[in-house]
């Protein structure tokens, strides 16, 4: 049977080290792979990339990285957009761009909806990631980006191959896209993107100690969760919805309630909640 | 023409060299032959199993190291400095600014022998001194221990005594403690990843990033470690004013202290435990000595000053019921400390009287009884993977600063140096500026407790001192790695110094202030054999990385454009003053490669031949189902070492139960510190917090009320990546490119940045009375208010007019800001996180 590669990037399991990123550049920038990839410019042009996103304010803070790369789409718009079949998808599902049918073709750039394919002004080219098809048919079992990752944060495999990594990771954890709404297919699947947090700590009042082992609850927006605080009275809701509304209550026997109503437009600290007699 | 993978080893993993044409095109991980190389371990703990995966992985700054060997900014020629005469004018005052003229490699030679030989016979050898930066290349035979140092000490020189800049406070500090001079002030790492995965339910990972500093030479290796935590509900709790690259992925709890009042919290937790009865008493008894002292201090009983969490909450900024809550889950869960050997080895140890914030993590551990099962002292929790070390293959350091000495004929380290003068490297502007400067403390002490106390004097007393009129510097640069670098500066200009050498690979912050720059190659241009990660010597064994691997580093391509290899730099100089013979032993490369193949334990498991063709090693693994001895649970249970901690002077003795302190045991109250000055205010025998010299509590302040904050950095090791390819530059968290130019961030809270006026991405600079520096602010809610981290180690020392001391600089060289005042009266030592800072946005 043919071979239908597929990704699965865990966000969990990315450290930010930008390994990926680099491997790519020494692939990739400036080099041409004829019959895949025209060389790109040394810089500027990032076939994958990290999004940086920070959330929360001081001191309940994470920060984490989304590796972004071509979707290897079901249905590409950037084929659609191609004149001349100057994009075309292989057997093994990988997308490329031909570096010399795609020459002049800028429509291929605005196309995307994922934003990842670059225009080279120099060449006058539409460029973006080949999957490293250029050495998986040379023997290569893994895009340089995949080999480089020393978490394997990033899996790559064949999604026909039922013992496969990624397949198996498929099957077990029921990885998603990132961005459904433009329904790009499921060759290029997530684990634990980041929602929205509500965080705080507890503290009593009057001992100024640290609440451990309070309920604290959350409802709305279908969710209905309760946490027990930790030794630092701390409590964390993770994988809330985002611009969403929820009321964060704390109903501790012998102190005043505490309701808070929190709206997700940022992930959010409500800081030390203090519980008074 | 068909493409060869050949092997190598860069500072941060080995490699798989792709070359074409003669042309390196890609570096890749080596990917492990499972039917050749050796498997690899297995931990199994709690119900699971943990192994790493078959491949090597690197540090991120080295993925792009095809970059660095093709660099634009490789020194490509033997160069000359315009306005330098050998022979006439030397105007020493255009260093800095001059322009540079190529020569010949035989103008080069005679110009640097012949001016070394003027200085010697008018000065003495003693006159010369000569220093070489860390990690810019890997390698045994080609390593700075090698051809610098086999070459300097046999033609005498004033040796330069190094600083342990990344540890201070450890090795000047704890060693009071716990001993472990041989490790620098370090304890020794064993077993204890293994520990850590059957027992250990907390780690707190004190101002220490285990997401870049602790990867060391490593690769990104033990990464992995850190999820197998998490798998296994292991607590991560972080103190550091900064939320740095490990706390903002891997944190359950960050704690941000302010910067320089870490003693004060950890006198606090010392204080909750008191009152709790939440030690281990049994090891207080047993194990150490002075222990009823501390306690009277810790609460107030000498003083007068109980450490309260209430009184370390004023001095930290931290509630005092979040540093009770912290001491309570520290002394309830089995809690590795983050601290100790070189992975945990940062932040609050190199700020003013870091010796005390050391030296009471150790008396914490000691307080909870380290040693016992899950309870340690584990730097970075990036150390100690379960390797069988009765293999042998020296590392880098094995000999001393003369590498090749450990097979040669004659060594010239210990014994071979016939100059007795040293000079200390961050008090080198002084000592050529003053023309004197006196100091205690040997720099490394890795051979007893008593080089702390040693006094120093450049020049030395007698007729065998001389006057420091020549440098040689080989590799990397002490502008923007050292501290108040402006002085630098000043030292290059001066007349003083009649004669600077630059032997680099690259164009660094400092080789513009040489007289004569020699290209020196890189290792991809040369064959050598190495040990990944081993640094051997007061280091050996500290790896943070999942399999042994030994490396025969192929010659990948020629030299580069002009460049020649260290050791045929050196070998020219030897001839020069003819001692070749000595040198060399009549040694090509290839020969001393060979040797240190010999010397190793690779001939009873591969032939020479094997070994050269396939390229690396993998060393087998500890047997499965074998324990390792685990670091300090010989001395928790009163055994002797059963460690491979060979450098431990008491191993084979009567006394290998103890610990290397005077008295073998953990002692509060140190006899050494005693016995050299018991009224040392600034490092007494017992430690205790001490306000920073230049933190908050001082009049500075209220002009400088930012508190800098300058660790090494993420995406460079020292200067070694930074501005030597451009893709680096192109991550947002090293540089930032605005206005086509590549900006060093200076991170900042969006209330300090509101305050002045300063948005995400303005250039601003930062400013106090030693300099300024420019850099492009990022607001970000991952500093604690009133503090700024930027890291330190920029490559691009790039004043707003050139050679001129205390121009404002626009590459970030944040070290032109901090302090050169060492740590205390009497430790050498930098402080580089004791720096009060102001920023404004810069609009010009």
Request: with cysteine; glycine share 8%; hydrophobic share 35%.
């Amino acid at each position: 049977m043919a071979k239908n590669y597929g990704m699965v990037i865990d966000v969990a399991k990315c450290t930010g080290c930008y390994a990926c990123f680099l491997a790519c550049k020494d692939e990739n920038a400036g080099e041409e792979h004829p019959g895949y990839t025209a060389a790109p410019p040394m810089t500027g042009q990032h076939w994958i990339n990290l999004i940086e996103v920070e959330r929360g304010t001081f001191p309940k803070v994470k920060h984490n990285h989304i590796p972004v790369t071509c979707a290897q789409c079901d249905n590409p718009a950037c084929i659609d957009s191609a004149e001349n079949g100057a994009v075309y998808k292989r057997e093994d599902g990988i997308v490329i761009i031909d570096p010399v049918k795609a020459v002049g073709q800028k429509q291929i750039v605005n196309s995307c909806p994922y934003r990842v394919i670059f225009w080279n002004e120099e060449k006058q080219l539409a460029q973006k990631c080949d999957g490293c098809a250029h050495l998986l048919d040379k023997g290569y079992k893994e895009p340089r980006c995949v080999e480089m990752c020393p978490t394997s944060a990033l899996l790559f495999g064949d999604l026909n191959d039922p013992k496969s990594a990624v397949s198996q990771v498929v099957a077990a954890q029921k990885p998603y896209a990132r961005t459904p709404e433009y329904d790009l297919g499921d060759k290029v699947l997530y684990l634990n993107i980041p929602r929205k947090f509500v965080a705080g700590a507890v503290v009593y009042k009057d001992s100024d100690q640290c609440a451990e082992n309070v309920t604290v609850t959350i409802k709305g927006e279908g969710v209905d969760q309760s946490y027990k605080t930790d030794i630092f009275g701390d409590f964390w809701f993770e994988e809330l919805k985002s611009k969403a509304d929820y009321t964060v209550e704390i109903a501790e026997p012998g102190y005043k309630k505490i309701s808070l109503k929190v709206r997700t437009n940022t992930d959010v600290n409500l800081g030390n909640l203090f519980l008074e007699k | 023409m068909s493409e060869q993978i050949l092997t190598n080893c860069t500072v941060g993993g080995p490699v798989k060299v792709h070359v074409e044409n003669g042309v390196i095109t890609k570096m890749r991980p080596i990917i492990f032959d499972d039917k050749v190389d050796a498997p690899s371990w297995t931990v199994k703990a709690r119900g699971k199993e943990f192994a790493p995966p078959r491949k090597t992985t690197l540090n991120a700054y080295v993925v792009p190291e095809r970059t660095r060997v093709y660099s634009e900014n490789r020194i490509k020629y033997p160069m000359k400095r315009k306005t330098f005469d050998p022979n006439g004018e030397r105007n020493t005052q255009n260093r800095g600014k001059d322009e540079y003229v190529r020569i010949s490699w035989d103008e080069a030679i005679d110009i640097v022998y012949g001016e070394m030989k003027r200085i010697r016979d008018k000065y003495g050898k003693a006159a010369i001194t000569g220093m070489t930066s860390s990690h810019h290349n890997f390698g045994y035979v080609h390593y700075k221990m090698g051809p610098f140092g086999r070459f300097f000490n046999l033609i005498g020189y004033s040796a330069m005594q190094d600083n342990p800049d990344s540890w201070e406070g450890w090795q000047w500090g704890s060693i009071h403690s716990w001993g472990f001079h041989w490790r620098l002030g370090h304890n020794e790492p064993f077993g204890q990843l293994e520990d850590a995965l059957k027992n250990t339910e907390q780690i707190v990972y004190w101002a220490v990033d285990p997401n870049s500093t602790s990867y060391m030479y490593g690769g990104m290796d033990v990464a992995i470690w850190k999820y197998w935590f998490k798998e296994l509900g292991i607590q991560s709790v972080f103190i550091d004013p900064y939320c740095n690259a490990g706390a903002a992925i891997w944190a359950d709890k960050w704690i941000a202290p302010r910067p320089g009042t870490d003693a004060a919290l950890a006198e606090a937790i010392a204080y909750v435990w008191l009152q709790e009865g939440s030690y281990d008493k049994w090891f207080v008894e047993n194990r150490t000595e002075g222990f009823e002292a501390f306690k009277a201090q810790v609460l107030g009983e000498i003083d007068g000053v109980a450490r309260t969490p209430e009184w370390a909450a004023k001095e930290c900024d931290i509630p005092a019921h979040t540093i009770v809550a912290l001491a309570r889950q520290w002394a309830k869960k089995k809690t590795m400390l983050s601290v100790g050997t070189i992975h945990g080895a940062t932040g609050a140890a190199r700020a003013a009287y870091g010796t005390e914030w050391a030296r009471l993590c150790v008396l914490l551990m000691s307080m909870q009884g380290m040693g016992k099962p899950g309870i340690n002292c584990w730097g970075g929790a990036s150390s100690g993977p379960p390797f069988d070390f009765s293999f042998n293959f020296p590392g880098y350091s094995a000999n001393g600063w003369d590498a090749l000495g450990l097979v040669a004929k004659k060594s010239y380290f210990p014994h071979g140096n016939p100059v007795t003068q040293r000079t200390y490297r961050i008090l080198l502007p002084e000592i050529v500026l003053n023309g004197t400067a006196s100091w205690t403390g040997e720099g490394f002490c890795g051979e007893n407790i008593q080089q702390q106390f040693n006094k120093f004097t450049c020049p030395e007393e007698g007729p065998n001192g001389a006057p420091i009129k020549m440098v040689y510097r080989h590799g990397g640069s002490f502008i923007s790695s050292m501290c108040d670098t402006n002085k630098w500066v000043r030292m290059y200009q001066s007349p003083n110094l009649e004669f600077v050498v630059m032997q680099d690979c690259h164009w660094q912050s400092e080789t513009k202030f040489g007289d004569i720059l020699l290209p020196a190659n890189t290792n991809f241009e040369r064959a050598d054999i190495c040990e990944w990660n081993s640094a051997g010597g007061y280091g050996h064994y500290e790896m943070s990385h999942n399999h042994r691997i030994v490396v025969y580093q192929h010659k990948c391509i020629e030299s580069l454009w002009d460049s020649k290899s260290d050791l045929e730099i050196y070998t020219m100089l030897a001839d020069k003053f003819g001692v070749k013979e000595e040198y060399t032993e009549g040694n090509t490369e290839e020969d001393w490669i060979r040797k240190v193949f010999d010397y190793s334990d690779l001939p009873k498991y591969v032939t020479y031949e094997e070994f050269k063709k396939k390229g690396y090693y993998v060393v087998p693994s500890r047997p499965d189902g074998t324990d390792s001895p685990v670091a300090m649970r010989w001395f928790y249970e009163g055994r002797p070492c059963d460690t491979p901690d060979r450098l431990n002077p008491r191993l084979g003795t009567p006394e290998a139960h103890l610990l290397g302190t005077p008295s073998g045991k953990v002692e509060f109250v140190s006899r050494s510190l005693t016995a050299f000055d018991a009224n040392d205010q600034e490092r007494p025998p017992l430690p205790r917090y001490i306000p920073s010299w230049e933190g908050h509590t001082v009049e500075l302040a209220k002009t400088y009320p930012l508190q800098l904050l300058t660790p090494h950095p993420k995406f460079s090791y020292h200067t070694h990546n930074d501005n030597k390819t451009r893709w680096i530059d192109r991550i947002s968290q090293h540089r930032i490119i605005k206005d086509d130019y590549a900006w060093w961030p200076v991170r900042i809270s969006p209330q300090d940045a509101a305050a002045r006026g300063i948005k995400h991405l303005d250039i601003v600079k930062v400013h106090n009375d030693r300099a300024a520096v420019l850099g492009i602010a990022w607001v970000t809610e991952r500093i604690r208010p009133g503090t700024v981290h930027s890291y330190e180690s920029g490559a691009k020392y790039d004043p707003l007019e050139p050679g001129k001391a205390g121009s404002i600089d626009r590459g970030g060289c944040m070290n032109m800001l901090t302090s050169g005042r060492l740590l205390s009266k009497n430790v050498p030592g930098m402080a580089s996180n004791s720096c009060l800072v102001e920023i404004s946005k810069w609009e010009q």
